[in-house]
């Protein structure tokens, strides 16, 4: 049995101000998924994007995850109280951050992006599949130094006592996400990213990879106290990805027969993108 190091949740104390860790860890996702779409675009000729273009889309995707997931986790999970307690829905330094909601925030900032930039929809969403996997494990890893999202009461070798939450040994589950959710679906998208798709198929299987990960890993998360379980003894984490993975089987076979992009972006006069039928 393991004892959970139980970390200072604040990373830097400069004068009045703190630094968390949870915040340097979305920075450090976020600064990720900058190198790893600049390095797309270097190695990767097929994708018409510049680094300019990069950068300027990553600030959408950072309004999207941060407005996106506040709002999921006020929605999906504690509406009722936030009906009541409006002005603590602002009050993001107390925690609560939902991936689907900010999954959303990402899908409609992509959205606003293509139209403002007259780009496919699905060809944004194809390039930032692959970067998200290192948010999602960024994310998780500033869970587990704060000691939060602990796993449910198990006797594995490995299990870990989470002292700010009680004494009973329970799965590491925020490491299970950072593995699978961030480390092994980046590294699945990357290989599958490295040769020329029909438009929506990485972003197909994005959806497939983080929703049966997030499904599976929820049999060993401990639900959240005010929502235990719900119908059929699923959690609302499984309730949310089984519409990701539902829609993720639908786009892998409706872009089946579909077209790889071609067409050329430029940052000035914006054409519309080609397509060409596969071989």
Do not use: C
Not at 56 to 73: H, I, K, M, P, Q
């Amino acid at each position: 049995m393991l004892i959970h190091p139980d970390f200072d949740p604040v990373a830097l104390h400069i004068g009045p101000f703190s630094i968390r860790w949870y915040g340097l860890m979305y920075l450090a996702g976020f600064m990720a998924g900058a190198w790893g779409g600049r390095w797309r675009v270097r190695t990767q000729p097929w994708i018409h994007w510049t680094v300019e273009q990069v950068d300027d889309f990553l600030t959408y995707v950072v309004v999207g995850v941060v407005a996106g997931g506040r709002l999921g986790y006020v929605l999906f999970y504690k509406p009722a109280f936030y009906l009541t307690h409006p002005a603590d829905i602002f009050a993001v330094w107390q925690g609560g951050m939902s991936f689907h909601g900010g999954f959303l925030g990402v899908i409609l900032a992509g959205w606003v992006y293509a139209r403002r930039h007259q780009r496919h929809w699905r060809e944004v969403t194809d390039f930032v599949a692959p970067l998200v996997p290192f948010g999602l494990g960024f994310g998780r890893l500033g869970n587990f130094i704060n000691g939060e999202l602990p796993g449910r009461v198990t006797s594995v070798p490995w299990g870990m006592v989470f002292p700010r939450v009680d004494s009973f040994s329970r799965h590491p589950s925020q490491l299970y996400e950072a593995i699978l959710e961030g480390l092994v679906l980046s590294v699945i998208l990357l290989w599958f990213s490295r040769q020329q798709r029909p438009v929506g198929r990485i972003s197909a299987l994005f959806l497939l990879g983080y929703g049966t990960f997030r499904f599976l890993v929820e049999f060993t998360r401990e639900p959240d106290d005010f929502l235990g379980l719900l119908t059929f003894g699923m959690s609302m984490g499984q309730w949310l990805s089984l519409p990701m993975i539902l829609a993720g089987v639908f786009l892998w076979f409706w872009t089946g027969e579909k077209t790889i992009m071609t067409g050329v972006m430029d940052s000035t006069a914006n054409p519309e993108p080609k397509e060409s039928r596969l071989p």
